[in-house]
């Protein structure tokens, strides 16, 4: 049945064609398997709670009739703005618009959240969202706040505070009448999220959903978004624009477990990390499988200026796809910090895909926390993920990569990318493979960042049966088990503003480009001899071997402007011309200028392959698809077949080099 929404018809009706609802969540409460929710343009200011559940051949779809034409919003106009003094302004808003969950009472908050004061309410300025400040005085005398990456528009302030039952705002429009202008506040606190959890099979395309007040979303509470499944499976977010949530773009995450919600924050006794490993037992006890949660695909999004990630999700984003997405102006305006920002921040990625996704001028590009089992990060391209010079650096998290992978045994794959972010890699990790990329940073945290800081003691993590969601062990990280094979190393200069804040700080940062990192890991063959020593007994005084890096393997790797490989490198060339690597926005599409086309060496290579790469050491799983069917890389970044003995790097033919990447 086709159910029939238009917010431009002179009165609700019955949802036919003929007599369309004007609002879409009259339709989500009608809708079943089946059912296809049909959305005229128009914006729609409503929380949208989906109240039924598809099936895997017969989903629910939501689909706006004109792509991107249909908006779903958390905001409401507001138009009653009074003079203040100078260039600010005052409104004056009833708390009953608020229902239950007034944004600008309710402070963000939560585990691994490292910042005080941010509300979870926003003020928009022609739907660019201004800057929260604690005083009055810094709205009526802003200040430049070097933290963000947009300097310029800081300056545009608001504060609020409770007056009389009603919401005071006052904001500085630096001579811009907000009466005249689009000043909008965000008033829900999601935009399309079912209440309730098992609401599966829904399809959500071509919508543009922003401007919503939602919570911190850390993996131990409920892990909420602006959109998102809430802990069911088989969703499909696709051709949307996702902006502007306070916090959270999508979610795939977690669902409420009322005894281990914010544990760490609330109750102060028990680690975060422990309550880490509670809440994934606890899951598995609730019915964490792979026939109930999981399995979404998010395709074609345009996700930007959310302020914690674009995409959240921990253990509810198992067997997922993330593809085709542009990413981007994550945590620029650096108001909230904590250790869940990114692009991407996924906890528990089993066998999740991410191919062909364009991720830039965010926090941090993708980060994979705890659990990398069975992941493929694959054709992406990343770059200008770190802050720009000039920017205030207050904490660690604030300095980004393009990829980190913190904290899990692997088998974790990141094939055929393009990374040109100033760091490309942080690896507190083990159970990596890297095969057929452009890698134009350092490595950094190699062989630490797996203690909890100061204390010494090791964060043991899960690892699972292969392609499933059932633990199988738990172990620290010893570091190592990592294959870097026919990869591209380009050594470019860090900035003296990068090392010096990682000197004063004491980053375990480096500012090496290449395998040299792992100059001290053994080889395969170094490691498993030691096992096999005469005369050895397995007394005490023989068992720190269980406890000492794994190896690490490389071959047909290309070093290039002095990068440098590891003293155990296998079959490498470095290349002594200058290599340069530009990226170049032009008509909307990304080129590469480059003159690797012309100075790439070419050698005795080998095509790899799931029997190259071997096994993941703890999980004992192969680099393999979800299906545990083998992976042969002889296709490239383009999907172009490569030849028997290949070229390094993410493209199979020289020529390649001159296309449009994105």
């Not at 019955?14 to 005229?40: M, Q, R």
């Not at 039952?165 to 006052?170: F, K, L, Q, V």
């Not at 620290?476 to 000197?503: C, M, W």
């Amino acid at each position: 049945m086709k159910i029939y929404v238009n917010i431009k018809a002179c009165r609700s009706g019955n949802g036919t064609e003929c007599a369309p609802f004007k609002t879409i969540s009259e339709a989500a409460k009608l809708a079943k398997a089946g059912d296809e929710v049909l959305v005229f343009p128009g914006v729609y200011r409503e929380y949208v709670d989906p109240a039924n559940a598809g099936t895997v051949d017969h989903p629910i779809v939501y689909r706006s009739v004109e792509p991107r034409k249909a908006v779903i919003t958390g905001a409401e106009v507001i138009s009653n703005w009074k003079k203040y003094k100078g260039d600010v302004w005052v409104s004056s808003i009833g708390n009953g618009i608020f229902n239950d969950y007034n944004p600008y009472t309710t402070k963000v908050f939560g585990d691994w959240y490292f910042a005080d004061n941010a509300h979870t309410g926003e003020v928009y300025l022609n739907g660019r969202s201004m800057f929260e400040v604690y005083d009055l005085e810094d709205v009526i005398n802003p200040k430049v706040d070097m933290k963000s990456w947009d300097k310029s528009f800081t300056v545009y302030t608001w504060y609020t505070e409770q007056k009389k039952g009603n919401t005071i705002i006052y904001a500085n429009f630096h001579g811009i009448d907000p009466n005249v202008e689009c000043v909008e506040i965000n008033v829900r606190r999601n935009c399309f999220y079912p209440s309730k959890t098992g609401v599966d099979y829904i399809t959500l395309s071509g919508f543009v959903v922003k401007q919503a007040a939602t919570q911190w979303a850390p993996p131990t509470a409920y892990q909420e978004g602006m959109v998102g499944p809430h802990w069911s499976k088989g969703w499909v977010i696709e051709n949307c624009e996702i902006s502007d949530s306070k916090c959270v773009g999508i979610s795939l995450g977690k669902y409420l477990q009322p005894n281990n919600e914010n544990k760490w924050s609330l109750g102060r006794v028990k680690h975060g990390t422990q309550t880490e490993r509670d809440a994934i037992c606890q899951a598995q006890i609730e019915g964490w499988t792979k026939e109930k949660i999981g399995s979404h695909i998010i395709r074609g999004c345009d996700i930007h200026d959310c302020e914690q990630a674009g995409i959240v999700g921990h253990l509810g984003c198992a067997f997922s796809i993330i593809e085709d997405n542009h990413i981007h102006h994550i945590n620029n305006k650096q108001q909230l910090k904590g250790a869940e920002i990114g692009g991407i921040k996924l906890h528990a990625a089993i066998d999740v895909i991410f191919r062909r996704n364009h991720i830039h001028h965010c926090t941090r590009g993708i980060w994979l926390d705890w659990q990398a089992q069975g992941t493929r990060v694959t054709q992406n391209l990343m770059h200008d993920n770190t802050p720009p010079l000039g920017t205030e650096l207050p904490q660690e998290l604030s300095l980004g990569e393009d990829i980190f992978v913190e904290v899990s045994h692997g088998p974790t794959l990141i094939d055929n990318n393009i990374l040109l972010s100033i760091f490309s890699c942080k690896l507190a990790t083990q159970g990596v493979a890297m095969v057929h990329n452009i890698i134009s940073g350092p490595f950094i945290y190699v062989g630490s960042g797996t203690n909890n800081a100061g204390t010494n003691q090791p964060r043991y993590t899960p690892y699972h049966v292969a392609h499933r969601t059932e633990v199988a062990g738990f172990m620290t990280i010893l570091h190592g088990d990592d294959r870097f094979y026919n990869n591209i190393f380009i050594q470019n200069p860090v900035a003296e503003e990068f090392l010096k804040v990682s000197k004063e700080k004491n980053w375990e940062r480096i500012a090496v480009t290449g395998t040299a990192p792992f100059n001290d890991y053994p080889t395969r063959e170094e490691f498993l001899q030691q096992f096999f020593v005469s005369g050895d007994t397995g007394a005490v005084e023989d068992r720190n071997k269980y406890y000492k890096h794994l190896p690490v393997s490389t071959g047909g790797n290309v070093f290039c402007n002095g990068a440098k490989p590891c003293t155990k490198e296998k079959n490498f060339r470095i290349v002594d011309n200058k290599v340069y690597v530009d990226l170049v926005e032009k008509d909307g599409k990304y080129h590469l200028y480059t003159n690797l086309n012309e100075v790439l060496p070419e050698f005795e290579t080998e095509i790899i392959s799931t029997e190259t790469l071997g096994e993941a050491f703890e999980p004992e799983e192969k680099f393999e698809n979800p299906d545990g069917s083998p992976i042969v890389f002889k296709y490239d970044y383009f999907d172009n077949g490569r030849t028997v003995n290949p070229l390094a790097g993410p493209f199979a033919t020289k020529e390649s080099y001159n296309e449009v990447l994105f």
